[in-house]
């Protein structure tokens, strides 16, 4: 017999397989010996009272044995004469090569910057000496902007594929079965890096390929119709299809793009600051005590409200976290966060943002398509220009309210460094106002939010793409340029590592239908 029950989990018990075979029994009316296994498919911790619990949705399973959780997904040898460029080894290029191989189509994956392991030497210099390079950053490498920064794994966007299979598929390229059923999945980046590594060996065991160090610079179309991608001005690919997998923050793509008459359009996204806390003041206000359960994770926190018609919310939260410089170029100060797997650090970050609108971004008009971007870069510069460095602008929360510079500033997990400054003054009036009124609202929603303990710091501006790189809802290609499959957060369509990897699972299906549309797609 199998039956599906909710079992009510204290914190310290979690781990306890006896608990909980236990706690299965009293619901299922019958002994622990009877208890054949018990599958979790969703925990939540529960923090509304004082005493929080875990609630775990369960398949219990009574004098019978289960069925696999998640079978191991199987992959062919690629046919080199069918060949899809990648431009990209995010979520969303990996999942699609993967997706590829699941059908026997070779996937060539072009990546600007490093594999998972040299990003590191970039990562440092840009800590330690505010050295930014280009090619090879927090957001550029293999992997994508996720595997430094973070490895969350919530997602909303249920409807846009299977979501569970991108998770599994992490879980069978090393990820540990915990995130299969955790209500808001996090991997950690000390973690990630080498799942990452593992999703890279499978592509090369079954024919991919895989080129560091390849920025796709041109993109070979001929009446209409995709031939492949030239990489480092220099060297030809011939593809089939080219999806666009490249993130958020290649600006170049968009630059190319619109050069060569491809539609593109503004996209609404949001900018603001990062928020810092000391993590035990979260952990009070969200477990309601002084002293937080060491059984108890590093406590989170998720707001939003609107001002004048706008959502500021809160983003990225990253509960035992760190602010790291996501920059990509010279010039430009960007800031992002991140969290260990053990989440142990002694601040809690996340960012603040308000969102961006065509009216903020209507003194670009003249840039069309790229009117939104060019805000988002004239942010960027500015916040920069406060210290000539990735050192970040930083004030007191009530001293940003109360339109005071801030004599001093508290410690901070932000490595480069902070420096006081205006920031009331500096961000835009139609970003600081609504934070200020935001504020109140959050501490109202959270007591104790508002408080001098805080900081903010500037700026936090990648929240997603501020273009849009059009497509068919039904084929996934570009309505001008036939084999163009434009995919993921860089085109506009997905947010985070899980959303990503889907939407590049479904633009991989789509290139493959298209390859393979004289021939028989039962396959997919």
Known sequence: MKLQAELVIPPEKISDKEYLYEAAAKKAASRPAEIKAVNALRRSLDARTRYPVYRVLADIYVNESPPA?????????????????????????????LRLLELGIMPLIFERGKDVQSRRKDLRNIQQFHIVNPDS??????????????????TRSKKRGDTRKIVSLLVQHGADEDILVDSHPHIGSNKLPGIV?????????????????????????????????????????????????????????????????????????????????????????????????????????NLNCQVDGKGVYSFCMCPGGLI?????????????????????????????VVTIEPKDWA??????????????????????????????????????VNGKLSSDLPGTSYIPGVVSAP???????????????????FDKKMKGYFTSEAQILAGESRTSSPVRIPRDTETYMH????????????????????????????????????????????AI
């Open 363 to 400: 003194p670009y008009d003249n840039e069309f398509p790229l009117n939104a971007l060019m805000l988002q870069i004239e942010y960027e510069k500015k916040i920069f220009g406060v210290s000539g460095s990735q050192s970040a602008p930083a004030q007191r929360l009530t001293d940003f």
């Open 69 to 97: 959780i998640h079978p191991t997904v199987m992959y062919k040898n690629a046919d080199e004469k069918r060949r899809v460029a990648i431009i990209g080894a995010g979520p969303a290029g990996l999942f699609g090569a």
């Open 479 to 522: 309505p001008q340029i036939s084999g163009l499959f434009p995919s993921g957060e860089g085109a506009g369509y997905a947010g985070g590592i899980v959303s990503c990897g889907v939407d590049g699972e479904n633009s991989a299906a789509a290139a493959a239908k298209y390859i393979l549309r004289d021939h028989s797609i039962e």
């Open 324 to 352: 790291i410089p996501a920059s990509t170029a010279p010039g430009e100060l960007v800031i992002n966060g991140m969290s260990l797997s053990r989440r142990d650090s002694v601040y809690a970050n996340s960012g603040f």
């Open 197 to 301: 590594k593992n999703i890279r060996e499978t592509i090369l065991k079954y024919g991919g390929e895989m080129h560091f160090d390849s920025k796709v610079t041109d993109i070979i179309i001929k009446e209409g119709v995709v031939e492949g991608v030239i990489v480092n001005n220099e060297t030809e690919y011939p593809a089939d299809a080219v999806i666009i997998a490249t993130g958020h923050s290649a600006r170049d793509i968009y630059y190319l793009l619109h050069k060569k008459g491809i539609l593109l359009e503004p996209k609404e996204y949001a900018m603001g600051v990062r928020i810092e806390h000391p993590q035990s003041l979260i952990d009070e206000i969200q477990y309601h005590s002084k002293e937080r359960n060491p059984f108890l994770p590093a406590a989170s926190y």
């Open 423 to 441: 920031l009331h003054e500096i961000l835009p009036s139609f970003i600081a106002g609504r934070l200020k009124t935001a504020l109140d609202i």
């Open 137 to 154: 950053n927090y957001c550029f490498g293999e992997g994508g902007a996720g595997t430094y920064s973070d490895g969350k794994l919530y």
